[in-house]
């Protein structure tokens, strides 16, 4: 007869605003259960996410924890009254929507809360392309962008948390007539280089764009001068590049290019030979989100 594993069982849950991705298992390298749900309406999505997590603690056994890694901007203090709630968020029908709650009720278990991209930045550090990396910033350009910063392997928090896609840049001499897409800043670097940027921008999505589209240059100037300022104010050992937009065309040498540009040799420690290509790489692991979220759940 086959033993139980003794090993305790979490849940994790990546929340992004394209897709929910839930699973439950030892750890993200031991998922026993796991599933993909459309990010809609509120009540659709967390309600379909918990009857996932409370069918598969009836089928597995107890959960000990949850972590949820999500997209923000979020409440991450545990003291605060409306913790787990999203802020000022750009994804319609979510403001003020509690995350928590409804995934607590379901498992009855303790949880634990960060950005998506903390998380990421958090697996990232401890069993992908940061190891050994005393500072780590993770930068996902997808259907937003968002930073995750981890030094000394915690994730920065604070006032908040980082939203360093909102960050503001100088616009490509070839972008002069984009409004940019962003609700509250327009053309920060999210409103200029995410993907539903590049489809207002172009009229197609990011992944039909032709490689050499001149699109492109715009969006990597765009996340090279988002970079650039990362090195100057987290200094980082490894910015790393994640998201949909960054698999769509072969950008890391021109976004590494434009960083260059942006720094204008101000960092000497980058001058050297290879420096940005260290600097700036893809993430290593398949889903780095969720990930976080198993490492979040186990804290």
């Known amino acids: ?29 031991r998922v026993l259960k796991s599933a993909r749900i459309d990010t809609r309406d509120p009540a659709y999505t967390l ?20 972590g949820v890694a999500t997209f923000g901007p979020v409440r991450l203090d545990p003291a605060a009254a409306d913790f ?10 979510w403001d003020s929507v509690n995350l928590v709650e409804p995934l607590v009720e379901a498992l009855g278990c303790r949880a634990a809360l960060d950005t998506d991209v903390n998380a990421a930045a958090l697996a990232e550090a401890r069993a992908g392309a940061g190891r050994g990396c005393d500072s780590v910033v993770y930068v996902t350009i997808g259907t937003g962008i968002g930073a995750g910063i981890v030094v000394g392997g915690r994730p920065v928090h604070g006032m908040m948390h980082p939203e360093a896609g909102h960050l503001m840049v100088r616009r490509h001499p070839d972008d002069a007539g984009f409004a940019g897409i962003c609700p509250y800043h327009g053309d920060c670097c999210e409103g200029l280089a995410c993907g539903p940027a590049i489809a207002a921008r172009s009229g197609r999505a990011a992944e039909d764009l032709p490689h050499d589209h001149p699109h492109w240059a715009i969006v990597a100037d765009a996340v090279g001068q988002l ?16 998201g949909g937009v960054m698999t769509s065309g072969a950008l890391f040498p021109a976004v590494r290019a434009a960083t260059a540009r942006s720094l204008n040799g101000y960092l000497v420690p980058l001058r050297e ?17 969720l990930a976080g979220a198993f490492l979040l759940a186990a804290q």
């Open 273 to 289: 030979h290879g420096a940005l290509e260290r600097l700036i790489m893809p993430p290593e692991l398949d889903n780095p989100g």
């Open 47 to 66: 309600g379909e996410t918990a009857r996932f997590l409370s069918a598969a603690q009836a089928e597995l056994g107890p959960v000990a924890g949850l």
């Open 84 to 93: 787990g709630r999203l802020l000022a968020t750009p994804k319609p029908g």
């Open 227 to 242: 970079c650039a300022s990362l090195a100057l104010t987290v200094s980082p050992q490894r910015i790393l590049l994640g």
């Open 1 to 29: 007869m086959t033993q139980p594993d003794p090993a305790p069982l979490y849940a994790a849950v990546e929340a992004g605003g394209t897709k929910f991705v839930v699973a439950v298992g030892h750890g993200h390298d």
